[in-house]
């Protein structure tokens, strides 16, 4: 089976750094996705990493390791609109099914 | 044209009907896929078609069944649904590869009484 985990739940305040966590369990990896998705609404494609190290797109950054089965978001400057729920994903089964992490809800504060 | 369109945006069903959503993608994209989501919870997969043809079933129980009539549109069709099966079902679409992005639609938000 395939398992992601992240914390359920991330508060932060406006202007800050926030990094949410993701760690993963599964076979035929191929790489790790970040979504985000606000109230209502639909997951939208942040960033993805299919080798080690930094992106970098604008605000948000996302980090993988490989060997240690564990990647991140990075969120900077964060603004009230980043409230929303962020998920990892995977890549497996040659590359068309997408499974999601458990999901981070992160609240903005001023 | 990125955006993938689901119909209808409500739907609320007694346990005896049968009612289908649809998905529609102009992107040239040959993945499609269902999803269910109920609240606070992560999308699930159910199921995923490649060139039109179904790739991967998550053993969704039969009361759900998908369609794929061409590659722009994606059914799935509801019969004898239980209360439990009321949840948020979102369509995505991407190309086919082990990176891409999937793009999702706004979703089918079902009641089932």
């Known amino acids: 089976g395939q398992s992601l985990e992240q914390p359920s739940e991330v508060t932060a305040v406006e202007g800050a750094i926030v990094q949410i966590n993701c760690t993963y369990q599964t076979s035929g990896f191929y790489g790790l996705s970040w979504y985000q998705q606000h109230d209502g609404g639909a997951p939208t494609f942040l960033s993805y990493?299919?080798?080690?190290g930094l992106e970098e797109t604008g605000r948000f950054s996302s980090f993988l390791s490989r060997s240690d089965s564990y990647g991140y978001l990075l969120l900077q400057e964060l603004q009230m609109k980043d409230s929303a729920s962020y998920f990892c994903?995977?890549?497996?089964?040659?590359?068309?099914?997408?499974?999601f992490g458990t999901g981070t809800q992160l609240k903005v504060e001023l | 044209d990125t955006e993938v369109t689901q119909t209808p945006k409500h739907l609320v069903m007694g346990m005896t009907n049968k009612k289908s959503l649809k998905c529609e993608q102009h992107m040239g994209h040959r993945a499609m896929y269902w999803y269910k989501q109920k609240a606070k919870k992560p999308p699930e997969l159910m199921f995923v078609y490649s060139y039109e043809k179904l790739s991967i079933n998550e053993s969704v129980p039969s009361r759900f069944s998908p369609e794929c009539p061409n590659s722009s549109l994606l059914n799935l069709h509801l019969h004898a649904l239980q209360p439990e099966d009321s949840a948020l079902y979102l369509c995505?679409?991407?190309?086919?590869?082990?990176?891409?992005?999937?793009?999702f639609g706004q979703g089918t938000r079902l009641t089932v009484v």
């Open positions: 990493n299919a080798l080690d």
């Open positions: 995505a679409s991407s190309p086919l590869g082990k990176g891409t992005e999937a793009f």
């Open positions: 994903a995977v890549r497996t089964g040659g590359g068309n099914k997408l499974t």
